[in-house]
């Protein structure tokens, strides 16, 4: 075998080794862009993030507006075997909360999307949300706990609050009051990159 051939088998070989791996995003409205334009939204600026950076991955974002954990659950395991993802976040839970359903079935819901993660190799990212008082102190309370609960008991990366740093600020936020608007998308990004960046590997 000539050199020439050796060093072009190596670089192919190369080549396959740092071929792009898969972020799949599973979200609701806050990651599908609601109300802006779609290359003013969060996971937008996510992907020319991780070009810039040079990490080896591609983002593919299932999120639709009005997604519940059941919704996303049902979703996932045709997107796992489809796209085979290293990474999985799930950004689900503000719709459950938001229509008062129950945090058991929330609960239940994203440990089995959890699980089916992990059982398809893949690092899981939870993004957790809150809701404003009145929705009922106890509610709202119990509703953070399971997105820490969870996190803990699965041993999983969190990021605790996708509003944190500006969810006080009414101008961070469309006229619904509830969707950032597309100058606080860098913020979004910026809390989710910091759960985000441990579970990504450099070639």
């Not at 972020?23 to 990651?31: A, W």
């Not at 999985?88 to 929330?106: F, H, K, P, Y």
Request: aromatic share 6%; glycine share 8%; charged share 15%.
């Amino acid at each position: 075998m000539s050199k020439i051939l050796l060093s072009l088998i190596l670089l192919v070989v190369c080549a396959c080794s740092q071929a792009a791996q898969t972020i799949l995003l599973v979200g609701d409205s806050l990651s599908a862009g609601f109300g802006i334009a779609q290359e003013q939204s969060w996971p937008v600026l996510l992907s020319k993030r991780l070009a810039a950076e040079r990490y080896p991955y591609t983002l593919v974002n299932i999120s639709i507006s009005g997604e519940t954990t059941s919704g996303g659950l049902s979703r996932l395991t045709p997107a796992l075997q489809q796209h085979r993802p290293k990474v999985v976040i799930i950004a689900l839970g503000a719709n459950d909360g938001l229509r008062g359903l129950s945090l058991e079935q929330m609960r239940g819901n994203l440990r089995e999307m959890i699980q089916q993660s992990q059982t398809n190799r893949a690092r899981v990212l939870l993004v957790g949300m809150q809701l404003p008082p009145n929705y009922g102190i106890d509610y709202a309370r119990n509703f953070q706990h399971v997105f820490a609960e969870i996190s803990r008991q699965h041993k999983i990366a969190l990021v605790p609050f996708l509003f944190a740093g500006f969810a006080a600020q009414r101008d961070a936020f469309q006229n619904d009051g509830l969707h950032p608007t597309a100058a606080t998308q860098a913020k979004l990004l910026d809390n989710v990159w910091g759960g985000l960046q441990p579970l990504l590997k450099k070639p």
